[in-house]
C-alpha cells in the first residue's frame, strides 16, 4: 500500500465546473499537507499549504485536511481551461522533512 | 517570495559525459534541498537529501557515484551526473525546504544521445 493514495484520472470537466481532488494517506506521523499544480514539462508549483484538520481558502481553491480519516481534498470553484494539469497532493513528515506524493490527478477544463 | 531556480533548463549531451545542473534559492536560504527525478506522467521520485555542509543522503537504488550533489552554501545545490547514458535521459526538479514545505525549481530536461 503506498502512503499517499491519488485517483490518477484523468478528469475532464466543463468550464466553470467545481473540480474535487482527493488524496487519503495511511501514516499517522505527517504533519503538513500540501497541493501542487504541475503543468506540462514544469516544475510543480506550491497551491495550498495546510497542517491542521479543517478548510483553507485561498481564492478559487480551497484545501481540506480530515486527519481523523486520513483524508485531504482541494476543491476548485468556478474552473477555468488555465487550471488544465496536473495536481499532487504531498503530504510530509517533520521527522525526515521529505514530502510523500500522491500519484497526481491529470484535470482538463474544456472551454 | 520563495523563487528556486535551475540551469540549464534544457541539455542535450552525448554519452558518456557529464553533466551539471544548478538549483539556487533566490529568495530565501535553505539549508536542505532535494533532488528529484520525473519520467513521462509518473509523480516525482526523491533522488537524495542535500544538506548545506554536509554530505547527501541518497534514496535506496540511487547510486550516490552516479549523482554527484554538492550542496555548497545556503542557496545553491548542484547535481552532476557523471558518464551519463541515454537512461538517465530524464526531467530533475530541485526543491528547497522553507519551514515546513519544499518549492520547486522549473525543472532540467536531459537527453543523453
Request: with cysteine; hydrophobic share 30%; charged share 20%.
Amino acid at each position: 500500500q503506498k502512503e499517499v493514495e491519488q485517483d490518477p484520472g484523468p478528469l475532464s470537466v466543463p468550464e466553470g465546473a467545481i473540480v474535487s481532488l482527493n488524496c487519503t494517506y495511511s501514516n499517522s506521523a505527517f504533519q503538513y499537507f500540501m497541493w501542487y499544480r504541475q503543468y506540462s514539462r514544469k516544475g510543480p508549483e506550491l497551491l495550498m499549504y495546510t497542517y491542521s484538520s479543517g478548510n483553507k481558502e485561498d481564492g478559487r481553491f480551497t484545501a481540506q485536511v480530515d486527519k481523523s480519516s486520513k483524508y485531504i481534498s482541494l476543491f476548485i470553484r468556478d474552473s477555468q481551461p488555465s487550471d488544465s494539469a496536473t495536481y499532487l497532493c504531498a503530504c510530509l513528515s517533520s521527522n525526515t522533512g521529505k514530502l510523500i506524493f500522491g500519484q497526481g490527478t491529470t484535470l482538463q477544463v474544456k472551454p | 517570495g520563495a523563487v528556486v531556480s535551475q540551469h540549464p533548463s534544457r541539455v542535450i549531451c552525448k554519452s558518456g559525459t557529464s553533466v551539471k545542473i544548478e538549483c539556487r534559492s533566490l529568495d530565501f536560504q535553505a539549508t536542505t534541498m532535494f533532488w528529484y527525478r520525473q519520467f513521462p506522467k509518473k509523480s516525482l521520485m526523491l533522488m537524495a537529501t542535500s544538506n548545506e555542509g554536509s554530505k547527501a543522503t541518497y534514496e535506496q537504488g540511487v547510486e550516490k557515484d552516479k549523482f554527484l550533489i554538492n550542496h555548497a552554501s545556503l542557496t545553491l545545490s548542484t547535481l552532476t551526473v557523471t558518464s551519463a547514458h541515454p537512461e538517465d535521459s530524464s526531467f530533475y526538479i530541485c526543491s528547497a525546504r522553507r519551514t515546513d514545505t519544499q518549492y520547486f525549481g522549473p525543472g532540467t530536461r536531459l537527453t543523453v544521445l
